[in-house]
């Protein structure tokens, strides 16, 4: 039986995975690009120690990674390499992991009674592949339906951006969004699209350069075909 046959049974892709016969060329999940839930796994202690110890721990593991590859790192040019890359990871490039983190949004009341949808498009998607922490690079586009209340348009983007800063599969990332939208904005009539190069398949693997990958959430009034074709219209 297939990878998605068994993945679509029972819901649970890991227990699906480990009752297959496997071979001596085992894979996993992460080599097809399969994500296991809509939350970011996470350890339950995952805040237990804080940024500069992460940061250090970090360093010495990523020093100790240089070495095996067999890099000098008495070399001026990579002796710091280990903590740039240490502080890159906690405060950069993944700092949508912590919650402290997640941005504030302030929603105003609709007093120009706008009823239409509102489309904010080609906002930066910056993130990376969780099964091999290789960037993915893209355009989101959102789109919601106010229900009262409105939300200044630089929190749709910083939205977009904290839940793209983390290790990520590309449907989850989708789906974190509009879930973060509907909740930021009570309303269910959001619509998120998101259009990604993924470097784990350009430059590893099969190796193809121009392909992209293109992820979509509908939710509420969006469902409605004449609304969605709106939407797709709008980004086009």
Do not use: W
Request: aromatic share 8%; charged share 25%; hydrophobic share 35%.
């Amino acid at each position: 039986m297939i990878l998605e046959d068994r993945l679509n049974g029972n819901g649970n892709a890991q227990s699906a995975f480990h009752s297959t016969d496997r071979s001596d060329t085992d894979f996993d999940l992460g080599d097809q690009h399969v994500g296991t839930a809509m939350d970011t796994p996470m350890k339950p202690d995952a805040f237990a120690i804080s940024d500069e110890e992460k940061m250090n721990k970090i360093s010495n593991h990523f020093a100790e990674i240089m070495d095996i590859l067999g890099m000098d790192l008495e070399d001026d040019s990579l002796s710091g390499t280990p903590r740039r890359v240490a502080k890159m990871f906690v405060k950069e490039i993944f700092y949508g992991l912590d919650p402290k983190n997640r941005p504030s949004i302030s929603l105003f009341e609709n007093k120009f009674r706008y009823r239409q949808m509102l489309v904010e498009k080609d906002i930066t998607v910056k993130s990376f592949c969780e099964h091999h922490f290789l960037p993915i690079y893209g355009r989101a586009h959102i789109a919601y339906i106010a229900n009262g209340q409105v939300v200044g348009l630089s929190k749709l983007n910083r939205i977009v951006d904290y839940y793209s800063r983390r290790p990520q599969v590309q449907e989850r990332l989708t789906m974190q969004i509009a879930e973060e939208l509907k909740q930021v904005l009570n309303t269910e009539d959001v619509a998120v699209y998101i259009d990604a190069k993924h470097m784990c398949v350009q430059a590893r693997g099969i190796e193809h350069e121009h392909c992209s990958t293109v992820t979509t959430e509908y939710c509420g009034k969006f469902l409605n075909e004449n609304i969605r074709a709106e939407f797709l219209q709008s980004i086009r």
